[in-house]
């Protein structure tokens, strides 16, 4: 099976264009030459490269290759009685209902000429070209296409049927790649995702008119899937992973036990080890021989053999120590196929997001244990922040809001879970455990609680800054500061606890360190002061992420990668018959 049927349609294959002759219709290899042959003008470029379009009006074609354009539209609305082409799913075909209904039931990939060839040209392209996006090409339908579409150019007076349907399978298949780009293949709630941010079927849909109408078509196209630099990188890493899962992955490290900088082992494993990290790009230097022992070649696992195995933990989400673990060698047995999935996975994750986060937001990827904050669509600050443990009711969800208040020495309100699994029963067993620790009991509403006075003791730290949400989730100050020394920081009960809470505090209220110091240190308790300006939260979880050029396996905390994965894998690698029905399109454009 091919691994990078992207790069090889893209070298192999050239775009499908539908030129008009004199004998009708004809896919050609070069629309270039094919233009020259035929005296038909370079398309007139827009200033930012693509192809202007101004002859896109549905409404007033008159006839198709001699076909009344009523006869047409008849066709096209009883295509639509008929049940959907399959693989289409029925959010996609109602989509493509109403496309035609903005069109008043007007063809939309046909002119008086035949089929609409820059369009035409430009949908196949951006079809064949999908799975570099690790889309499922068997998504699509390619056989009904190839069938239509060969029919079509056999055809010297086409009937109004044949040219209904030829026009209702492109713009299915053309709501279909749309909408994957747009917002994903998969539901996230099919896969236990716990994902929250979510475009509605209205903004599908006019998403989906307002790109066809566009005048530069080719480039609106491609302005469907993730502008995300991060989305480009994971795309290059595709192929990467795609390579090398063609060529075999990589071998397994014998388990055996833990070795730390300077151990001797047997010679086999650490061979395997080296051989295992170069195949994914690890400086791991030669074999170093220690002799025998009882019997058996060793060898020693040295300084920079450790290194590497610093530089994978620090890669892949696991506690660095240098040390050769459980952990690690389970973390390196992982098959690379399993990786591969895993970028394509959270390649689909990022077209779960919006297209625009805004101009000034704060973006927390679980995963990463990290916080990045912007403005003006620039890093402006990072930090360590720790999130959910790992565990039923305190991870942290998926979702996004607006921050809109700050609150400077806060009380801590305990929740009723919090307090009657881990409060309530320590102060049945000791009685002095509330005034040690600042707490004490309130009434509201007639029933009792715990909250914790302001102050240093206090679980949420000398700020919290909220944006709220059904979750109840916040962030805030904490003061166990020493916890984001550690590697994998997953302690919440849910809230992220920031690391450097005084400098955004700063730059969410446009502050001084002074004011932010003052207000933290020596102001009054439950202190709120509100943004002049709403600042969007995206809470978001990408266990794969690049980072400085290097590629980044975060730590999947809540078991998510998994089913995602599954749903994901014919994206990742594309099957045989998707191949196979790739060619047979390829094939007719080159005819």
Known sequence: MSTNLGQRARSHLSPLAVMRTACGLALVVSVAAACDKLGW?????????????????????????????????????????????????EAQWKHAVKLYAEYGGSPIWLDGDGLRERRTKTLMTALLNADADALALDAYPLDDLHRLLATLLKAKRPSAELLGDVDVVLTATYVALGQDLLTGQVDPSSVSQ?????????????????????????????????????????????????????????????EGKALKAGDS?????????????????????????????????????????????AQFQREHG??????????????????????????????????????????????????????????????????????????????????????????????????????????????????????????????????????QKPGDKNALGLVKFMFPNSFDIYMHDTPEDQLFEKDVRAFSHGCIRLEKPEEMAQWVLGWTPEQVKNAMESGPDDRRVNLKQKVPVYIVYFTTYTRDGRLYFGNDLYGRDGPLVAAVKNGAQPTVSSIQAVRLLRDLAED
Do not use: C
Request: overall charge positive; aromatic content about 8%.
């Open 41 to 89: 003008k370079e398309p007139q470029r827009s200033e930012t490269g693509g192809e202007v379009d101004n002859s896109f009006k549905p409404e007033k074609i008159k006839s198709v290759k001699g076909v009344a354009i009523a006869d047409v539209r008849a066709a096209v609305a009883k295509r639509l009685q008929r049940p959907r082409p399959k693989p289409i799913s």
């Open 194 to 254: 716990d994902w929250h941010i979510k475009a509605t079927p209205a903004q599908v849909d006019s998403a989906l008119g307002r790109f066809l109408r566009d005048r530069r078509f080719d480039i609106t196209m491609t302005q469907m899937r993730p502008e995300y630099p991060e989305y480009a990188d994971l795309q290059k890493q595709l192929n990467r992973f795609r390579q090398l899962v063609a060529k075999g992955g990589w071998e397994s490290v014998p």
């Open 265 to 309: 082992a047997p010679a086999g494993r650490l061979t395997a080890l080296r051989d295992r990290l170069r195949v994914e790009g690890y400086d791991v230097g030669a074999l170093t021989d220690s002799g025998k022992d009882k019997g058996t070649v060793t060898a020693v696992y040295d300084r920079r053999l450790a290194g590497a195995v």
């Open 318 to 451: 696991i506690g660095v120590d240098s040390a050769l673990g459980k952990e690690t060698v389970q973390a390196l047995n992982v098959p690379a196929t399993f990786r591969l999935g895993q970028i394509a996975a959270n390649m689909e994750r990022y077209r779960w997001m919006p297209r625009t986060l805004g101009h000034k937001y704060v973006f927390v990827n679980v995963p990463a244990f990290r916080l990045d904050a912007y403005d003006n669509g620039k890093p402006v600050m990072n930090m360590k922040v720790i999130v959910g443990a790992e565990y039923k009711d305190k991870n942290t969800p998926v979702f996004s809001d607006s921050m809109q208040f700050v609150v400077f020495r806060p009380y801590w309100n305990a929740t009723d879970s919090i307090a009657a699994k881990e409060l309530w029963p320590k102060v049945e067993a000791d009685p002095t455990f509330l005034d040690r620790n600042d707490y004490e009991i309130v009434t509201e509403n007639g029933k009792q609680r715990i909250r």
